[in-house]
């Protein structure tokens, strides 16, 4: 019984040799330009965003790349009533990242992506619940526009040139 069971401890000892684990490097898998991104925006000065980037780039510890957010805003009356009050309201947000490597000067990856979300604003005196509900609206857009970039950059190749 004894030889039985050291036998079965060297057959599973002997099994588990060869494991490699997923993360035995470190390595950020999910966002590849933490801490290696300085991010310079223009355009629209969308405050949450200035608040967001820091969270998802993280602190400049090497500064590898520089990250260049342009971004636009279009708003369209979507429904105009018959005394001309807005019904419906559509906001446009196209964030144009482009993304170079410092040590190179040369961009690696350029991609304009598109959000948008609707509101229907109150034409009666000033509204705290519309206003509530536009910032958080901005703040989702951006979070998730943020996020589609992210996963962008991560299965695609930004050490190469364009």
Same mark, same amino acid.
């Given at each position: 019984?004894? +030889?039985?069971?050291?036998?079965?401890?060297? *057959?599973?000892? $002997?099994?588990?040799?060869?494991?490699?684990?997923?993360? +035995?490097?470190?390595?950020?898998?999910?966002?590849?330009?933490? !801490?290696?991104?300085? %991010?310079?925006?223009?355009?629209?000065?969308?405050?949450?965003? =200035?608040?967001?980037?820091?969270?998802?780039?993280?602190?400049? &510890?090497? =500064?590898?790349?520089?990250?260049?957010? !342009?971004?636009?805003?279009?708003?369209?009356? $979507?429904?105009? !009533?018959? =005394?001309?009050?807005?019904?419906?309201?559509?906001? !446009?947000?196209?964030? +144009?990242?482009?993304? %170079?490597?410092?040590? @190179?000067?040369?961009?690696?990856?350029? &991609?304009? *992506?598109? #959000?948008?979300?609707?509101?229907?604003? +109150? #034409?009666?005196?000033?509204?705290?619940?519309?206003?509530?509900?536009?910032?958080?609206?901005?703040?989702?857009?951006?979070?998730?526009?943020?996020? @589609?970039?992210?996963?962008?950059?991560?299965?695609?190749?930004?050490?190469?040139? @364009?």
């Amino acid at each position: 019984m004894k +030889k039985l069971l050291i036998f079965y401890f060297f *057959i599973f000892i $002997s099994s588990c040799s060869s494991l490699d684990f997923t993360y +035995k490097n470190n390595v950020n898998l999910t966002n590849p330009l933490y !801490e290696k991104t300085n %991010v310079i925006t223009s355009g629209v000065n969308l405050t949450y965003l =200035n608040s967001y980037i820091p969270t998802v780039f993280g602190d400049i &510890k090497d =500064n590898t790349y520089n990250l260049i957010i !342009e971004i636009a805003e279009d708003k369209t009356k $979507s429904s105009v !009533e018959t =005394n001309q009050a807005t019904s419906n309201m559509r906001y !446009e947000i196209r964030f +144009k990242y482009t993304l %170079v490597m410092v040590e @190179q000067d040369c961009v690696t990856y350029k &991609k304009e *992506i598109l #959000s948008y979300f609707t509101i229907i604003p +109150k #034409s009666e005196g000033y509204n705290f619940g519309t206003d509530a509900s536009l910032e958080k609206k901005y703040e989702l857009v951006i979070a998730d526009n943020l996020s @589609q970039f992210i996963s962008l950059i991560s299965s695609n190749d930004i050490t190469s040139c @364009q």
